[in-house]
């Protein structure tokens, strides 16, 4: 049996699926460390700087994410799938394209002062940002594909601290937006050197500019989901500013900001690579996309039960009372990450089998919705219309279909397993809920110990079922591989 080829060396089963245990816990530890120092971080700064400063460094903060797709183009995420592992070719032209938008970004900054008078000189000193960006991905990405996220895990917590302690301590010396944007930068420009630094002499770094157009035509869909995701995760509040002020950009960016933080921080981002080895699996893959989602599900249930049963209080405690316009914003938005869960995980399993069309298809459809209606939404009803036009999904329903392919013969296993992943921890939650009064100390605290309980409960009903795809792994015989990839990776 010949090797797979988009198997790296040292991955065959059973190996890659102990890889996949280590990331595991490296990944969730690490997020789990980071969730708090971004938390922490976020509620020290929203008392010392204003609403409408956070709002301006949001918009300017999305504008760079934004010209990072684009001189992305794709490239980075094609490299978890490519065979020929072109670090090197990407890398150039990821750092050359970086340097030449940022420059532009410099040069055109002006033409967006009609959003805010004060952003051109934001943009300008977050520049160089994209050209740091292209360098982390790249690196990044070479950890991630070998399944070696714990050599990194360290660096990216080291990253939100000093994001963090730079952040706050400008604010309390006064510097109001640039406190932002001199944590970003200076904690980004660290994590990007301790990458360089720990993958120094591991990463082949040629450059073969005649790879570049096959590297091209195969991330191209890639790329466009890419910007379309950026461009629908966030145009919210590009079009908040457009109806209303920067002060709600900055309540609706802080709402949206805490809805999603746990759905954004516990992404299992072992899941790719792992998908990558098992891709021949039939079954393997969907028992691998299964439990990647039970996981990811479970952190966004119980989030999401905790803010909405209690988003007055929270905002309180973390915000303060210059906050409140955030409450009504947060219980909406809380909600959301229950009904999008298989664009995350199910895009990456589309994107393992080069379902790089149906995969674009599901983001320009969710893109439009929530444009079509947030514009119509927000002009009626002002910013909580934008955040009710976030349900308008309709390229998750398209998802979620297309994945129930996956899973032929194995659909009532996978219904059953989010069913009891949504409605598990319920009952924890209502009886907190119905028993102690809404912003009381008491019902956060009793749903604190409700999510505590039900998280315990999901533990105990999904354990098992990791602890035989693990077995799984330990029973194989040594050096078992895939079978042949049948993929159209150029």
Avoid at 304 to 317: G, P, R, S
Avoid at 459 to 483: C, E, I, K, N, W
């Amino acid at each position: 049996m010949e090797p797979n080829p988009h198997q790296d060396p040292a991955l065959a089963e059973p190996e890659a699926k102990q890889r996949l245990l280590h990331s595991s816990i490296s990944a969730y530890g690490s997020m789990l460390v980071r969730l708090l120092l971004a938390f922490a971080a976020r509620a020290i700064l929203a008392r010392l700087i204003l609403p409408d400063v956070h709002g301006l460094f949001a918009l300017a903060l999305q504008f760079v994410i934004m010209a990072s797709a684009i001189r992305d183009v794709g490239l980075t995420h094609h490299l978890m799938r490519d065979p020929r592992e072109s670090y090197g070719t990407v890398l150039a032209w990821s750092v050359g394209v970086g340097a030449a938008m940022s420059v532009l970004l410099v040069a055109l900054a002006d033409l967006f002062s009609t959003l805010n008078p004060d952003l051109p000189g934001v943009l300008r000193a977050m520049a160089i940002w994209i050209v740091i960006d292209a360098v982390i991905m790249v690196y990044r990405t070479f950890f991630e594909r070998r399944l070696r996220i714990r050599e990194i895990a360290g660096f990216e917590i080291l990253r939100s601290l000093v994001y963090g302690l730079i952040a706050v301590g400008l604010a309390h010396l006064g510097a109001g937006v640039w406190a932002f944007v001199g944590g970003e930068l200076l904690a980004s420009t660290l994590f990007a050197g301790l990458l360089l630094w720990r993958a120094r002499g591991q990463v082949p770094l040629t450059v073969d500019w005649q790879r570049l157009p096959g590297l091209l035509r195969a991330s191209r869909y890639l790329f466009v989901v890419w910007a379309a995701s950026q461009a629908f995760h966030r145009v919210d509040i590009f079009i908040i500013e457009i109806f209303s002020t920067t002060t709600y950009v900055g309540y609706y960016d802080y709402a949206y900001y805490f809805a999603f933080l746990v759905a954004l921080t516990v992404t299992p981002r072992p899941l790719l690579p792992a998908l990558v080895e098992f891709r021949d699996d039939a079954v393997e893959f969907a028992e691998t996309l299964r439990l990647g989602t039970v996981v990811f599900l479970s952190g966004i249930v119980l989030s999401a039960y905790l803010l909405f049963f209690n988003a007055d209080k929270a905002v309180a405690i973390i915000l303060g009372p210059e906050w409140t316009g955030t409450t009504p914003l947060l219980r909406v938005l809380c909600l959301v990450p229950l009904v999008d869960v298989f664009t995350t995980t199910g895009g990456e399993a589309l994107k393992v089998q080069n379902r790089d069309r149906l995969w674009l298809t599901t983001v320009v459809l969710n893109m439009l919705a929530i444009v079509g209606f947030g514009l119509l939404f927000t002009y009626n009803w002002g910013p909580i219309g934008m955040a009710w036009a976030n349900f308008a999904r309709l390229g998750s329903l398209l998802m979620l279909i297309k994945i129930f392919g996956i899973f032929a013969g194995q659909r009532r296993k996978l219904v059953s397993s989010l069913a009891q992943v949504y409605l598990l921890p319920l009952p924890f939650f209502l009886a907190a809920a119905a028993l102690l009064p809404a912003g009381s100390w008491g019902r956060l605290l009793a749903s604190v110990a409700a999510a505590a309980l039900g998280g315990g409960l999901l533990a105990l009903r999904f354990l098992p079922d990791y602890r035989r795809f693990f077995r799984r792994a330990q029973a194989a015989p040594a050096g078992m591989t895939g079978s042949p990839d049948g993929g159209t990776a150029p």
